[in-house]
Structure formats: structure tokens, C-alpha cells
């Protein structure tokens, strides 16, 4: 058994160790999304077991091939190896026969430590003390106590278990083991202490070092082994340990026990008490949490993990990426045979004093990366959240299991390549002695994170080296113990009773920032998560050469299942050879980052709630509210009908002796002026005060309009065309023909649904049909240059989709389903109608009146 090689108070991380109930995690997939062979289940042909060495934090798996002092017991005769583990009862026995072993080790190795006591106790008093009273009762504080515990809990456990019959009762013992974790408590607080005080004694004391050094441990009854050495140290740890297995065991005797059983309710109480207790003393992390002794003794931290995205032989591999205090290492999980402990493969690696980043202009022109097509995305998370509602109906029904099981494994599937292919922002790292890697990552926030840590590290006197065969197994060996993040970020892998986030639109005003150091070009961005990754969807203007700026620009961004906002804060670059070779763009630098969790009960309320975020020293003022999809969605018509928002459209182009609005002709006309090239057209939301700006002149019927639109922000001038459409008392294509359009674009023979869909054109009146295919021709302008503004045909459809279709409130009380499922099948179906005609060759008004029909449609 190695010494421990750090001190300080551990982190008992139980919530890392308890395993849940759905185990699609990345343990299951390799990094191309095949599925792994799975081992036994656990609990099945081998105990699970808590790797007990003092450098490892508690981990709950399976048996692992490579020893520790932790058992494996044989299955009782009688009972089947791979027993299900429905079989209640039977599985109690596993579980407790397997507890009770791991429980004489425990006992044995606390009597080891308090087998020198005595003979100490009894010098401290002679004229040649080894230790004083006073540094034994430090050093061994309330071992006896432990001690006898957990004796007389082996006492009480043991024949029952190996008398053991269906009607057993043992939930007391657990019970009354848990009350007296104050015991604990006590030991734990002075654990620091007795560690440094052992310590002391040790350099002072040759003949305390020896007894320290080579305490012996007595074997199991049945072990070939009669003793081992342990060190004091590593002995001192053990109570620690212990309190995690204990409650590690408690969640497994209750999956097992059934809800009637006398035992529940006691099980259960033990199970809270312990889990408080863990909770209580988990504030202090352990550094031996993160770390790993390399061959030659010395430490190693793991200081930051996570999934990311390679770009490798021109296709995209998932990753899991450590970096420790010296080394960043790229590894994916082995495929394992069934019974055998997964591990880490190492891809490739990079000692941070060899790693550089390339700047823009030194990068080397990489293999063009060519992004998922947007439809195929939107395709993902269309059946992901049908899958979702599949789930909860189900589970509502009290459907089977095995029916639950088989559609969260197909939403795995889904939200997994859906992981693997959404994310386009290039992070290049270089190892100055050779290769270059490429990662692709979601969010700019996520980019600086993972240099920001690396570029800390790289301040201390790094050394260069290259690791032997031996010490990359010994590290790549160390990453499944030590690694933070335990599974794929995919919603799949979240437990029921996670937040399942807000679906709605969020109003956000960016105030201003203060804590600059020098003047700059600023503006700030916000993401949001979605779907498990993070994505910018709002931008606020550069503000010039100053160190306060004040922006107050106010955006309307929509969730989906969002539970985090970032806020980052850049300084302009204007320098054009700073062009990132790996998407064209120019690199603006991050001057601040920060996040904030939207919490639903801050979040929604009707008032505006303002917040500071801290970033590096800056501070960024904002303020915030929350709609919910089901507010949002209703359609008000205006009282005031001399205006053009919240207005009929017949009654509008009548007044103006139109054929298309005057608002939707100069909102359009500006953006294909100046706006064509814009990236996210449409997309990203403009400022939402410049909006309302926009939208009280066009009610006002303002001569001041063509001078406003040429000064405005394009996204503000985007956002007043879509707000206009959204406004409409009716949608454009009308509330009396939406079914039909539901029932038309769900047709499977192509000319049935050609015959139905322009059927459903020529039953449109005039006007809503004449500015539908106005907007249709500006919309296709808009997809023609999409390398530039990354605005496909079905990104557009995605955004004005629901806001020419969807019905108003009266009419959509019939098809709105849950407010919180925002992918419902009504949305898929509106963008599926829209970019039907979208892909459709041009639609002539006059061509489209001439032409007689096939067969009549009824609507």
C-alpha cells in the first residue's frame, strides 16, 4: 500500500459514486458512437467494490483487474450468476454477504491501528516516552470508538447473513450504525490534524517511524494471506472511506428491498442520514481527489476534463480530454470485452511545455470542415424531442420498462450524433516537436475556459519530457478513477428528476460594464444551452473607445430547455490579417466570461429582475425576464386599427392600396441592401428598444421611416419584420386553413401532397397570398448566400415557420401541446410547411390562379 501523498480534508463524493438507474453514459459508446460491449450488471456475477487505495477517491465499479485490498465474493450456492436484478431478496444476500467481507477488512485494519496504542499509552508515563498522552490521543482520536462500532454491527449482521432466510430483517442495525456517524464526524475533523501531528512524530521519532511504517494487518479468515504491511498513514484513511461504502451499500439494499418490506422505511432513514452526513463534510476538496503518483514518486493533478469534439483523418470523433498539471492527454474509452474494467485508450498527448497555440496567421491551412447540413440538425432535435414525449407518455402510462429503456437508448443515439456534429468553432492546439490537433467545440465560452487553464499552467517552470510505455498506462490507467466529468452531456443521461430547464423566451437588457484598464472597442455575446450544448444568440452593438461602455440594448432570445446563460464580453478586432484560416473568420479577443444559472423561480416573474455578473475584474450590469412558450404564443390583435401592428393585412394593403405592406417591402428591401451578408440573419435577435422604436413609426406612419431604417442596426430591422408577421391577429396563412396545411404536408405521395399544398395557396386570400410569396422569393435570395451568412433554407424555415403558421390563441388552444415541449410536433410540422415551398421552383401568383385543380381538395 503507497503512502498518501497529500493532506487536507477529502471529498467524500458519493454523488459521483452512486450509480444510476439508466446507464447510457459514455461508458456505453466508444468516440464514433458504437455501441460497447457491456459487462455483467452490477451486482451481478461480481460484487461492486470501492477501490480502497489512499490515492483514489471512492469509486463504485466493477471489479477491476487489478487487485486493491477489496473482495470479490463468490455468489451464494443456489443462486444463478447474473441473477436479474428484479430478484429482490436473492440480490440482498449479494449485497450483504459482499458488505459483510469488506466489513472484517475494515475491522481487521482498525485493530491493526490500535494495536500500537497500548504499548505507546503505557511508555508515555516512563522516563523514555515514545509519544506523549497528548499526541496518542491526537493521532488515534476516537479509533476505539470506530472500532467497537462497527464490531458490534459485525457481531449483530454476521449470523444473519449466514443463517439467512426470506423473512430477515437487518434495516435496524443500518439504522442505528447511522445515528452514531457523529463518531465520524469527530474523527473527520480531526483527521488534518492527526495526519500532520503522525507526521511530526515520525521525523522525530526512529523508533515511532518503524511502528508507523509497517503496521500489520490480519487477513480475511478464509485468505491464503495472514498478514499485510500498511502504513499508519494509509490506515488513518480507512474511516473515511468507509462512511462512502456504507452508503454506497444503503442505495443498494434499497433497490433491492421491496417497498413493503419491514426494512424499507428503516433503510431509507439510514440511507438520508448518511447521505446528509456525506453532504455535511463534502465542502473541502481533496486534492488526492485529482491526482496520480507518477513512477518516479512525484504528483500529478488532473485539473480540468470534458468531452470534446476531434477533427481526425477529416472526421469527427468524440473525446474525452485530461488535462493534468503538466500534460494534456486526448483519450477515448476501450472497448471491453464483458466482466472487465473499462479504461481509457490514449490517442495522443502533448506535455504543456511543448504546447502551443497557434496564432491565426501561423496556423497552417487545414482540410476544409465542412459543417452538418442545418436540416439534418434540426432533424436530430425534432426526433429527440418526439422520443421525449414518447418517454413521458409512457411513463405516465406506467408502461414497461424495457419499452422506457429502448427509447432513451434511441434519444442517446440521436442526441449523442447530434453532440458530435452541431459544434464548428476551431480550437487548435500544436505540439511545437510535430503535430497539430483540432478540436471543434459549440460555444466561444467553452474555447477560452480550456486555453485559459492551460495558459495558467504553462506560467509555473514547465519541463518537457516524453512518458516511457509504462508511465502513459500508469496515467491513461489513472483517468477513469480521476476524471470529474463521468458522462456524455446528452439529456438522455440526466436522472427524472433533474430541472428539465425553461422553454419560452428570455428578455435580456445588456446595461453597461465598468473595470476596464484601458479604452477599447467592446461588445458582449450570449449563449444559452440547448439540447445539451451552448450557442450564441445575441450580439450587442461595438461600442468605441471607451472604458464604460453603455450599451442598454434589450434582447428576446428563445429557450429550448435552457438552464444556463453566459454572458462574454470581447474587444473588437480590426485587423484583417487576424483571420482564423479554420472558418474565415476574424479572432476577437475574450475580455471577460461569466454564467449564471436561470433558476425558475427567479427567472419567472413579470418584473424585470438585474443582476451583475464579475468577470476577471469586469463587471457587467443586466437585467432579465422570463415568457413562458405558452405566453409568447398568443396573437392580440390591436385596438388601435389606424396602425399597421396587430392589424388584419386585407385591412392594412386596402388602406394603403397595396398589394404587399409598406413594412414588409422596406424591411425587406433593407436587409437585401445591406444586410444579405450579415451572419445569422434573422437568426440573432436585434436590440429589442430599437424594435419598439421601429414599430411605433411604421403605426405612426412616421416621414421620418427611410431616414430611421438607413441608420438602424440590421438585426433590429430582421427583428421588426418577423415581429410584424408574429403580431398579426391571424397568421398569415390563417387559422381556417392551418389544419389543412397540418394534413397536407404529412402526405406521403409526392403529387397528392404537390396537388394539396398549392390547392392550399389558391385558397389564400389575395393579399396574404401575394406577401407569402414575396417573402418567399426575399427568403430564398436570403439561402442563396449562405456560405457567407450560414443562413440555409432551413434555418429560415426553423425561424419564420411558426410565425406565419401558428394559430392564433383561440385556435391553438386545440393543438398546443405541452408549453414546455418547444420541438412539438405543431412546430416541426409549421417549418416543415414552409420550407416545403421554400424548395419548391418558383410560384407565379398569375400561374397559380390559372391553373385548375386535379382533383378538388375539401377545406
Known amino acids: 500500500m503507497e503512502p498518501l501523498s497529500h493532506r487536507g480534508l477529502p471529498r467524500l463524493s458519493w454523488i459521483d459514486t452512486l450509480y444510476s438507474n439508466f446507464s447510457y453514459g459514455a461508458e456505453d459508446y466508444d468516440a464514433e458512437g458504437h455501441e460497447e460491449q457491456k459487462g455483467p450488471p452490477e451486482g451481478s456475477e461480481t460484487m461492486p467494490y470501492i477501490d480502497e487505495s489512499p490515492t483514489m477517491s471512492p469509486q463504485l465499479s466493477a471489479r477491476s483487474q487489478s487487485g486493491g485490498d477489496s473482495i470479490s465474493p463468490t455468489p451464494p450456492e443456489g443462486l444463478a450468476p447474473g441473477v436479474e436484478a428484479g430478484k429482490g431478496l436473492e440480490m440482498r444476500k449479494l449485497v450483504l454477504s459482499g458488505f459483510l467481507a469488506s466489513e472484517e477488512i475494515y475491522i481487521n485494519q482498525l485493530e491493526a491501528l490500535l494495536l500500537p496504542m497500548k504499548p505507546l499509552k503505557a511508555t508515555a508515563t516512563t522516563s523514555q516516552p515514545v509519544l506523549t498522552i497528548q499526541q496518542i490521543e491526537t493521532i488515534f482520536y476516537k479509533i476505539q470508538d470506530i472500532y467497537e462500532i462497527h464490531k458490534e454491527f459485525y457481531d449483530n449482521l454476521c449470523p444473519k447473513v449466514q443463517q439467512w432466510d426470506s423473512q430477515v430483517t437487518m434495516g435496524h442495525l443500518f439504522q442505528k450504525l447511522a445515528s452514531q456517524l457523529g463518531v465520524y464526524k469527530a474523527f473527520v ?39 499485510t504491511s500498511v502504513t499508519m498513514e494509509a490506515l488513518l484513511y480507512k474511516p473515511i472511506d468507509r462512511v462512502t461504502r456504507s452508503t454506497l451499500v444503503l442505495h443498494d439494499l434499497l433497490k433491492h428491498t421491496p417497498v413493503d418490506h419491514p426494512d424499507y422505511p428503516l433503510l431509507q432513514d439510514a440511507l438520508r442520514i448518511s447521505q446528509n452526513f456525506l453532504s455535511s463534510i463534502n465542502e473541502d476538496i481533496d486534492p488526492r481527489r485529482t491526482a496520480v503518483t507518477t513512477p518516479k514518486g512525484e504528483t500529478r493533478q488532473l485539473v480540468k476534463d470534458g468531452f470534446l469534439v476531434e477533427m481526425s483523418e477529416s472526421s469527427r470523433k468524440l473525446r474525452h480530454v485530461f488535462l493534468f498539471t503538466d500534460v494534456l492527454l486526448c483519450a477515448k474509452l476501450k472497448k471491453t470485452s464483458a466482466g472487465k474494467h473499462q479504461q481509457y485508450d490514449c490517442k495522443w498527448y502533448i506535455p504543456l511545455a511543448d504546447l502551443v497555440f497557434p496564432s491565426p496567421e501561423e496556423s497552417e491551412a487545414s482540410p476544409q470542415v465542412h459543417p452538418f ?45 447530434l453532440l458530435l456534429n452541431s459544434p464548428t468553432i476551431p480550437f487548435r492546439i500544436h505540439n511545437r516537436n510535430g503535430k497539430s490537433y483540432l478540436f471543434l467545440l459549440s460555444s466561444d465560452y467553452e474555447r477560452s475556459e480550456w486555453r485559459e487553464a492551460i495558459q495558467k499552467l504553462q506560467k509555473k517552470d514547465l519541463q518537457a519530457f516524453v512518458l516511457s510505455s509504462v508511465e502513459l498506462q500508469v496515467l491513461t490507467g489513472s483517468c477513469f478513477k480521476l476524471r470529474t466529468v463521468h458522462n456524455i452531456p446528452v439529456t438522455s443521461n440526466k436522472d427524472d428528476d433533474e430541472s428539465p430547464g425553461l422553454y419560452g423566451f428570455l428578455h435580456v437588457i445588456v446595461h453597461s ?111 432579465m425576464k422570463f415568457t413562458s412558450r405558452d405566453m409568447s404564443l398568443k396573437r392580440t390583435p390591436s ?71 438607413s441608420d438602424m442596426d440590421i438585426n433590429a430591422i430582421a427583428g ?78 426553423t425561424v419564420f415557420g411558426p410565425t406565419l403558421l401558428r394559430p392564433s390563441e383561440v385556435e391553438s388552444k386545440a393543438h398546443l401541446t405541452s408549453a414546455a415541449d418547444i420541438w412539438s410536433h405543431d412546430v416541426m410540422a409549421q417549418v416543415q410547411v414552409l420550407l416545403y415551398y421554400l424548395q419548391h421552383p418558383p410560384i407565379s401568383f398569375a400561374e397559380l390562379k390559372r391553373n385548375t385543380l386535379y382533383f378538388s381538395t375539401d377545406v
Not at 436540416?375 to 407518455?393: C, F, N, R, V
Not at 409512457?394 to 442526441?415: D, P, T, V
Not at 479577443?589 to 429582475?609: A, C, F, R, S, Y
Open 720 to 797: 421588426t419584420l418577423k415581429l410584424y408577421f408574429r403580431e398579426l391577429p391571424e397568421p398569415l396563412l390563417t387559422d381556417r386553413l392551418y389544419p389543412a396545411f397540418m394534413e397536407g404536408i404529412a402526405l406521403s405521395d409526392p403529387a397528392a401532397k404537390e396537388n394539396c399544398m398549392m390547392h392550399l395557396l389558391r385558397s389564400l386570400p389575395d393579399p396574404n397570398l401575394i406577401t407569402f410569396l414575396f417573402l418567399l422569393e426575399h427568403l430564398k435570395r436570403v439561402a442563396e448566400k449562405e456560405p457567407i451568412n450560414k443562413m440555409s433554407l432551413h434555418n429560415l424555415a
Open 639 to 709: 385596438k388601435k386599427q389606424t396602425g399597421v401592428f396587430g392589424v388584419k393585412i386585407s385591412v392594412v394593403t386596402k388602406r394603403e392600396r397595396s398589394k404587399v405592406p409598406y413594412i414588409v417591402r422596406q424591411c425587406v428591401e433593407e436587409v437585401e441592401k445591406r444586410g444579405i451578408e450579415e451572419v445569422g440573419i434573422y437568426r440573432i435577435s436585434g436590440v429589442a428598444t430599437d424594435i419598439q422604436a421601429l414599430k411605433a413609426v411604421f403605426d405612426a406612419n412616421n416621414k421620418d421611416i427611410l431616414l430611421m431604417l
Open 373 to 417: 447540413p442545418d436540416h439534418e440538425l434540426e432533424d436530430m432535435k425534432m426526433k429527440i424531442s418526439a422520443l421525449k414525449s414518447e418517454i413521458q407518455k409512457e411513463k405516465a402510462n406506467k408502461g414497461q420498462s424495457r419499452a422506457i429503456e429502448r427509447l432513451k437508448k434511441k434519444m442517446f443515439e440521436n442526441e449523442f450524433l
Open 189 to 227: 475533523d480531526n483527521y488534518k490534524v492527526a495526519l500532520e501531528t503522525a507526521e511530526k512524530c515520525s521525523q522525530s521519532n526512529n523508533q515511532f517511524q518503524k511502528i508507523s511504517e509497517e503496521l500489520k494487518v490480519k487477513g480475511p479468515k478464509d485468505s491464503k494471506d495472514s498478514h
Open 513 to 623: 460594464a465598468k473595470g476596464f484598464k484601458q479604452s477599447a472597442n467592446l461588445y458582449c455575446t450570449l449563449e444559452v444551452d440547448s439540447f445539451g450544448y451552448f450557442v450564441s444568440k445575441a450580439k450587442t452593438r461595438v461600442f468605441r473607445d471607451t472604458t464604460e461602455p453603455k450599451w442598454d440594448e434589450e434582447f428576446e432570445i428563445e429557450l429550448e430547455g435552457s438552464q444556463s446563460l453566459r454572458i462574454l464580453c470581447y474587444e473588437k478586432c480590426y485587423d484583417k490579417t487576424k483571420v482564423n484560416k479554420d472558418n474565415n473568420e476574424i479572432v476577437d479577443k475574450i475580455m471577460g466570461k461569466g454564467q449564471i444559472q436561470l433558476d425558475p423561480q427567479t427567472v419567472e416573474t413579470k418584473n424585470w429582475h438585474t443582476d451583475v455578473i464579475e468577470m476577471n475584474g469586469i463587471k457587467v450590469e443586466f437585467s
